[in-house]
C-alpha cells in the first residue's frame, strides 16, 4: 500500500514544461477585442444602411395605398450623466440612442 501525502509549494519541486506541438513556435492570438470592436464599427457604417435597404420601403399588404420608406440614420451621444465606466461600475448597459427618419407616402394624394 502507497502512502500519499499532501505536498505544500514550498516542498514542491520545480516545474518543468515540456511542449509536444507539432508547430515549431508559437501563433499569436489575435487581438478578439478589436476583431469585434471592427465588426461592430463596420455594422454602424454600412450593415444597418444595407438592413434598411433591404426591407425599405414597406407597403401595406391589404392595400397598395400607404408606403414606408428609411431615408437615413444616426446614432446620437448616450444620456448624460452616465459614463462608459459608471455603467461599467454599476452593472448598466452602456447605449447609445438610435434615430431612424422615415418617409410616409400617402400613394393616392401623393402626399409625404
Known sequence: MVSISPVSAESALPVTRKSY????QILDVPN???VQLDSFQRFQ???????LEGVSPIKTLTSSKLELSFIGYEFREPRPGRSEAECHERNLTYSVPLYVRIQLLIKETGEI
Open 45 to 51: 457604417e454600412n450593415g444597418l444602411k444595407q438592413l
Open 21 to 24: 506541438a507539432s508547430l515549431p
Open 32 to 34: 478578439l477585442i478589436r
